[in-house]
Nanobody, 125 residues
Framework: QVQLVESGGGLVQAGGSLRLSCAAS????????MGWFRQAPGKEREFVTA????????YYADAVKGRFTISRDNAKNTVYLQIDSLKPEDTAVYYC??????????????????WGQGTQVTVSS
């Protein structure tokens, strides 16, 4: 069992930055591919980015390439999402996701074992 707790969301102006964190419980964090999804009002949840178990590989949705950076610290059981040049269309609830011994592609297609509760990001124009 893994519990994921996100933090770092908030209200920011367009062009600003945020750093989201996701702290995971358990001693097998390094066995999980980690990722972030988001869900905007009235829309379906969508994949944002994923990172490999060691952190050596990353994968991004086209909509966020160049502005979003995912990273992880396995010693701290934490995955991060740095969001720069925020746009109003980035407004959404951001969810942390964990997938056990799988691929980033599989996670991006919804192959998720655990979800966080979500953190709200609101970007004002």
């Amino acid at each position: 069992q893994v519990q994921l707790v996100e933090s770092g969301g908030g209200l920011v102006q367009a062009g600003g930055s945020l750093r989201l964190s996701c702290a995971a419980s358990g001693r097998t964090f390094s066995s999980y591919v980690m990722g972030w999804f988001r869900q905007a009002p009235g829309k379906e949840r969508e994949f944002v980015t994923a990172i490999s178990k060691t952190g050596s590989g990353t994968y991004y949705a086209d909509a966020v390439k160049g502005r979003f950076t995912i990273s992880r610290d396995n010693a701290k059981n934490t995955v991060y999402l740095q969001i720069d040049s925020l746009k109003p269309e980035d407004t959404a609830v951001y969810y942390c996701a964990a997938a056990y011994i799988t691929s980033m592609i599989s996670l991006s297609r919804g192959g998720v074992d655990y979800w966080g509760q979500g953190t709200q990001v609101t970007v004002s124009s």
